[in-house]
């Protein structure tokens, strides 16, 4: 059974607090997402684990952009696609002791023990993505490894929160301080709902400087700025030098 949580309520731009999660007992494991791309809410570390039983935690979005505890989890995984290389591969990591308790009626493509005793081969590898993630990770040591690119991360999304902190409001991100994404940085432009026209000129001239992909998931609406690692500190600029350059312009 799976542990069960509080059900936040709309607008997403927090964590509840613990004492507020529906805690079950009979759980076997207790399942979060390190990084919600959507809303733009991060968790700065991993939830206590609740009756010891292991996390399940899904780093796809924040995957090598910061140092990782594995302390208390079960099962790590991560797509490669935002940090580690192209769409198509998936990096697993599970605790020994838990290998072999599936299901009988799992698939054995989709079984660890199968995926352990193959040496990971139990099927085709997608070669061409196990290639590219190879030579990010090369990349990766090269820029001095994890450390050096957290504090990569970690200045641009601070770039970037400050002009919207520091904008008495023109630019609004309603995120919860204590959770908000080091790699996706929602906002609205001119006040807490946005508005539409200035968004779209936001965007128009966003796009005349060469940044594309800004505008919000369709669901929410808005401006999000994705700053995974591949993003440079002098790219960042440029996205908070626009940010200044269009509240002058609409202010004056």
Not at 20 to 28: I, K, L, M, P, V
Not at 67 to 78: A, I, R, S, T, Y
Not at 144 to 165: C, E
């Amino acid at each position: 059974m799976i542990f069960s949580v509080f059900t936040p309520k709309k607008p997403f731009i927090t964590v509840p607090d613990a004492s507020e999660w529906n805690h079950d007992e009979t759980a076997a494991y207790l399942y979060y997402c390190a990084n919600e791309t959507v809303h733009g809410i991060e968790f700065p570390s991993a939830p206590e684990s609740p009756h010891g039983v292991p996390l399940v935690a899904d780093i796809s979005s924040n995957f090598m952009s910061r140092e990782f505890d594995f302390k208390n989890h079960g099962v790590v995984f991560g797509g490669t696609q935002k940090n580690l290389g192209a769409a198509g591969l998936t990096v697993v990591f599970v605790r020994r002791d838990l290998i072999g308790h599936e299901q009988p009626i799992t698939p054995a493509v989709f079984s660890y023990k199968e995926m352990v005793a193959n040496n990971s081969l139990y099927n085709t590898p997608p070669c061409g993505g196990i290639y590219i993630t190879n030579l990010v990770l090369k990349w990766i040591k090269a820029k001095g490894g994890v450390p050096a690119i957290a504090a990569s991360n970690k200045a641009k999304s601070d770039l970037i929160y400050n002009m919207i902190n520091n904008s008495n409001g023109f630019y609004h991100c309603a995120v919860d301080p204590k959770y908000q994404s080091r790699m996706n940085i929602p906002f609205r432009v001119g006040g807490p709902t946005g508005d539409d026209n200035l968004e779209a000129e936001f965007l128009k001239g966003a796009a005349e400087r060469n940044m594309i992909s800004l505008k919000g998931h369709r669901s929410v609406g808005g401006i999000r700025a994705s700053l995974y690692n591949a993003i440079s500190l002098e790219e960042t600029q440029i996205l908070a030098d626009w940010m200044q350059e269009f509240q002058k312009l609409k202010q004056n």
